[in-house]
């Protein structure tokens, strides 16, 4: 069978002309991904190397609204530099062990971005400066005095109080001191903008025997709005992946810009943008009538029906206002026209702050009362302000006053000190502290400390 071989063969031929397509985009595949891989873990490698990537920090907490990563470490390059490493417990500090060691004096301090120090080395930070000083003047006989970071960027009034109920006092401190800055009082309002995670923290009302309730609607309306999904969506990739930081970055920045353009707002520290997008209004005065705000109703508009005009809630708004003293009506009106009532425009913040600070009174009273519970020491610090560039709230300073002298609350206000100081020294990035503008704060707090006995010299 002569002809047997070279029909074989061309079997074979046809089998193996047949196939290679096939493996050819097999290889091309498995090559493409194998490039990929290589590129992604190689930018992954350059990207941590170089800090880039490293500023999504924040993530999603049931007790709190947002916190820091635990062990996450940021190169922080939005507003000055710096190169921070939270510890275990999300806290821009040393480890530190929850129950006090012996001989050890225990200073904790909370606040929000100016207190949290990511824009200067920890090193450089003032609660670093102090614990130095302190420990050099009166940290003799093996006595400690530490100073403990309990900042985080954005955190309201509301989330101080939270903290310190369920964090802090967890430490066994001897003084609590929270540093306040000049958007305290407009932190507390429902709904915010220009942050991606404004909306992802507790709200606090005032039942009608001025009590406080703690609201959680608004967080879980957020949980499930595209921000919120996409947080939870990504929490792996944020935490763990510097290209995706650096992707997820830009996000958060185009959705809070989009959303703004959306509301027809540029975000500044003035805008009460309590809207964010033209979405949220209905959500809010959803959650406006809700059966779990029942009986509640905005501080300064107490009555109000559901036929009250937003001019009229704002009339009653202005003539209602009381900058101090007990607080007697609730927080949220039963009333769509809430929506429209709170103010929104950075001519509005006076009016911001009469409406929400009898919430701030009391979330202030319920801290310091929580301290004399647990035998420790109460101070309010406030953060400076920046009146050349609009940043300031005079009124709520002057309640602040008014409130530490009621409660007899040890006070100091930075901002004289930054004002008064030589002009030719940057103390300010532009709107946080730059290293000099710490060295003034710890100079300034130093002596504060001293003074009102708060290192237990």
Same mark, same amino acid.
């Given at each position: 069978?002569?002809?047997?071989?070279?029909?074989?063969?061309?079997?074979?031929?046809?089998?193996?002309?047949?196939?290679?397509?096939?493996?050819?985009?097999?290889?091309?595949?498995?090559?493409?991904?194998?490039?990929?891989?290589?590129?992604?873990?190689?930018?992954?490698?350059?990207?941590?190397?170089?800090?880039?990537?490293?500023?999504?920090?924040?993530?999603?907490?049931?007790?709190?609204?947002?916190?820091?990563?635990?062990?996450?470490?940021?190169?922080? =390059?939005?507003?000055?530099?710096?190169?921070?490493?939270?510890?275990?417990?999300?806290?821009?500090?040393?480890?530190?062990?929850?129950?006090?060691?012996?001989?050890?004096? !225990?200073?904790?301090?909370?606040?929000?971005?100016?207190?949290?120090?990511?824009?200067?080395?920890?090193?450089?930070?003032?609660?670093?400066?102090?614990?130095?000083?302190?420990?050099?003047?009166?940290?003799?006989?093996? =006595? =400690?005095?530490e100073v403990l970071n309990f900042g985080c960027s954005a955190n309201s009034l509301g989330q101080f109080y939270k903290k310190i109920r369920t964090k802090v006092m967890g430490y066994e401190p001897d003084v609590v001191l929270?540093?306040?800055?000049?958007?305290? @009082?407009?932190?507390?309002?429902?709904?915010?903008?220009?942050?991606?995670?404004?909306?992802?923290?507790?709200?606090?009302?005032?039942?009608?025997?001025?009590? /406080?309730?703690?609201?959680?609607?608004?967080?879980?309306?957020?949980?499930?709005?595209?921000?919120?999904?996409?947080?939870?969506? @990504?929490?792996?990739? !944020?935490?763990?992946?510097?290209?995706?930081?650096?992707?997820?970055?830009?996000?958060?920045?185009?959705?809070?810009?989009?959303?703004?353009?959306?509301?027809?707002?540029?975000?500044?520290?003035?805008?009460?943008?309590?809207?964010?997008?033209?979405?949220?209004?209905?959500?809010?005065?959803?959650?406006?009538?809700?059966?779990?705000?029942?009986?509640?109703?905005?501080?300064? @508009?107490?009555?109000? @029906?559901?036929?009250?005009?937003?001019?009229?809630?704002r009339a009653r708004a202005e003539k209602n206002a009381k900058y101090t003293g007990p607080v007697s009506a609730p927080f949220m009106e039963q009333s769509s026209s809430s929506v429209n009532a709170i103010p929104q425009a950075q001519g509005d913040v006076d009016a911001a702050?009469?409406?929400?600070?009898?919430?701030?009174?009391?979330?202030? !009273?319920?801290?310091?009362?929580?301290?004399?519970?647990?035998?420790?020491?109460?101070?309010?610090?406030?953060?400076?302000?920046?009146?050349?560039?609009?940043?300031?709230?005079?009124?709520?300073?002057?309640?602040?006053?008014?409130?530490?002298?009621?409660?007899?609350?040890?006070?100091?206000? /930075?901002?004289?000190?930054? /004002?008064?100081?030589?002009?030719?020294?940057?103390?300010?990035?532009?709107?946080?502290?730059?290293?000099?503008?710490?060295?003034?704060?710890?100079?300034? /707090?130093?002596?504060?400390?001293? !003074?009102?006995?708060?290192?237990?010299?």
């Amino acid at each position: 069978m002569p002809t047997a071989a070279p029909i074989i063969e061309n079997e074979k031929q046809a089998v193996a002309a047949a196939s290679s397509p096939r493996r050819g985009i097999k290889h091309i595949v498995l090559e493409a991904v194998i490039a990929s891989a290589a590129a992604i873990l190689i930018l992954e490698i350059l990207f941590t190397l170089a800090g880039v990537g490293e500023h999504e920090y924040l993530r999603v907490d049931k007790s709190l609204g947002f916190v820091a990563m635990e062990n996450r470490h940021v190169t922080w =390059r939005k507003e000055g530099f710096g190169r921070i490493q939270f510890n275990s417990q999300g806290m821009n500090d040393i480890e530190r062990p929850f129950a006090k060691p012996a001989n050890t004096f !225990r200073i904790a301090i909370v606040g929000d971005s100016f207190v949290e120090s990511l824009q200067v080395d920890r090193s450089q930070n003032f609660l670093s400066l102090l614990e130095r000083d302190l420990n050099a003047k009166y940290g003799k006989s093996g =006595r =400690r005095i530490e100073v403990l970071n309990f900042g985080c960027s954005a955190n309201s009034l509301g989330q101080f109080y939270k903290k310190i109920r369920t964090k802090v006092m967890g430490y066994e401190p001897d003084v609590v001191l929270i540093g306040v800055s000049v958007d305290a @009082t407009k932190l507390l309002a429902p709904l915010q903008g220009g942050f991606a995670f404004a909306n992802a923290r507790p709200t606090f009302l005032l039942d009608k025997q001025g009590k /406080l309730v703690e609201d959680w609607q608004i967080f879980n309306w957020w949980n499930h709005s595209p921000d919120g999904k996409r947080f939870a969506n @990504t929490e792996f990739l !944020r935490r763990h992946s510097h290209i995706w930081g650096a992707i997820g970055t830009m996000m958060g920045s185009y959705s809070a810009w989009c959303a703004d353009l959306q509301a027809g707002k540029v975000w500044g520290w003035g805008s009460v943008n309590l809207g964010a997008a033209k979405s949220t209004a209905p959500a809010l005065a959803k959650l406006a009538t809700s059966p779990n705000t029942a009986g509640a109703t905005s501080p300064n @508009t107490a009555g109000a @029906t559901s036929q009250d005009t937003a001019g009229n809630a704002r009339a009653r708004a202005e003539k209602n206002a009381k900058y101090t003293g007990p607080v007697s009506a609730p927080f949220m009106e039963q009333s769509s026209s809430s929506v429209n009532a709170i103010p929104q425009a950075q001519g509005d913040v006076d009016a911001a702050t009469r409406q929400y600070w009898p919430i701030a009174d009391r979330l202030i !009273r319920a801290m310091n009362e929580d301290c004399i519970a647990h035998h420790c020491r109460f101070a309010i610090v406030r953060l400076p302000a920046r009146p050349e560039i609009g940043y300031d709230n005079p009124p709520e300073t002057k309640n602040l006053e008014a409130l530490s002298s009621q409660l007899k609350i040890p006070y100091c206000n /930075l901002t004289p000190a930054f /004002l008064n100081a030589p002009k030719q020294t940057a103390l300010i990035f532009s709107v946080h502290m730059t290293a000099a503008g710490h060295q003034l704060t710890y100079k300034e /707090l130093e002596p504060f400390i001293e !003074r009102n006995k708060l290192a237990g010299n």
